[in-house]
């Protein structure tokens, strides 16, 4: 796990589902995470301008399609990033529960926290936008899975609710389960 400023309950919602998980620096290299074998790399949460982090976007350049790839909130916008995308400011930012958000399958009601977000114009064709927030219509998740990555903006983990979105973490780890069996 990429730590930009991780919250205990998503390494305890990882851990729950059996997830053995190691913490690195957001500042650790693409060479020396994958030097640890790990199954996957998840890029957490962190405050602030994911733009000021460019280390974080070179290693998530690197990892890509060498590795499962999940990342949420800052760590969406650096998986963005990393995609060739852009990011901007939001004039008020998301903050609090009961933010509606469509994905492929239904309206999930979600958590956030973030006061950046994903400019769609700005993305290659190649990525999948996965998740709309329905009040401003920005980009809320994303894949491509041919690269065997895909993050969420919101708080899939958030306690004590909502739940909608913990399905994401089951995602992630039989995204894993497909690469190594690849």
Known sequence: MNDYGV??????????LGCGIEVVSAKESAQKILERKPHGVFLSNGPGDPSAAPYAVETV????????VFGVCMGHQILALALGGNTYKLKFGHRGGNQPVLSTKK???SSHNHGYAVDQMSLPKSVRVTHLNLNDKTIEGLSV???FCFSVQYHPEAAPGPHDSSYLFQEFISLMKKFWSL
């Open 61 to 68: 350049k690197e990892l890509l399609g060498k590795i499962p």
């Open 107 to 109: 309206v999930e009601i």
């Open 145 to 147: 899975p041919e690269l």
């Open 7 to 16: 919250k205990w309950n998503l390494l305890r919602s990882l851990q729950h």
